[in-house]
């Protein structure tokens, strides 16, 4: 059996989570069955098609006279995508691995005419199921949109919607949106949650407390008017109250600046840059509990019954919010309110992760169910 997943790769280790724990999923429904895997880059979206196909040929480094590349790269990417031959073609089904999926200027992906439209859509029409799962919101959280009704989004997110045989969304505003489309779509947790349990089992909580820090609180400010010195001084306070109380911060970093950041503000303590979802489950295992900026970092390892605090800029927030988890508007996010939280979470650490771990149990569960009748 052929699989098709639209994701990220080799971009970001919440996208890996997500497309883990979807396969995950699709591990328990194969039945014996082998499976190939077709995963597609949206960042690169022309290599949905083979390296033959004239299209790649347009975007190849060696490609000359160069003077001729873009006039033949946008008659090759107009008159083409119609006779099909992508990699998706040959797929049994296809899946688009989470992320978010609506926000402000949608339309304009990078992905959106290339995959969606030109492929993924015409291969709808013809039958074959693409799945839209674990998608979300990414909106300002001083500006969500109360309809997607005469948005200059509308359009392309109803292509999407039409394309996809299921729509699962993870956060409630992504749903309240597609239904004031006319579209009804289930909200469940973020497939991210799935993927630890196939790398690792949890372990008994140590002193380790896991924290991911971002200049700012997020990757964009979205003109909400920000302090990152603000944010910057509530973590210093926040890691100063752990050590205090004899907790072992660990910065887990995502990427290289994260990384640096860390050992510039804190030389003093463990940083990490994990580098694959294997190393980064086996790091975390072990934790009490986490402080994260990184919302994958909550939703991955609630999956192995940590529970943890979020701070972040736009509803992807709402994201942990569907977890049940504890999770701040970084404007919001004052020394006043955030370590009550604290404390909150310190005191119900136990319980907690027993919750985390029955939900994670039913969102497997409900995954299953989802994608059973496409095995």
Known sequence: MRIGLLTTLDTNIGDDFIREGLMHVISHLKSGRSCEYVAINKHQPHTVYPRWHPIRFSYAKGFRPSRMKEPLRIKSEHWLPVLGFSRFDACDIILQCGTPIIWDGCRHSEWAKPIWREVMA????????VLNL?????????????????????????????AARVTTVRDRLAKKLFASLGYETQQLCCPAMLAGQAFTKPAEPTRKVLINYMSG????????????????TTMRHLVCELCQQNWKPVFIAHNEPELKLARQIWPDLPSVLPTSPRDYFETVRDAAFGIFNRLHASV???????????????????MVETL????????EATIDRVLPALNALVSQRDSESRRLLVLRENTFKLYKDTLRSFF
């Open 122 to 129: 015409r291969l709808a029409r013809k039958g074959k199921p």
């Open 134 to 162: 674990g998608g979300g919101s990414s909106y300002p959280c001083e500006r969500q949109p109360e309809t997607l009704v005469g948005h200059p989004d509308q359009e392309f997110i109803a292509v999407m919607l039409e």
């Open 217 to 232: 609180g997020g990757h964009y400010d979205y003109g909400q008017g920000i302090d990152a010195g603000v944010w910057e």
């Open 300 to 318: 991955a390892v609630a999956g192995l019954g940590i529970p943890s605090m979020a701070f972040g800029t736009d509803t992807r927030n709402l």
């Open 324 to 331: 049940g988890q504890p999770v701040f508007y970084i404007k």
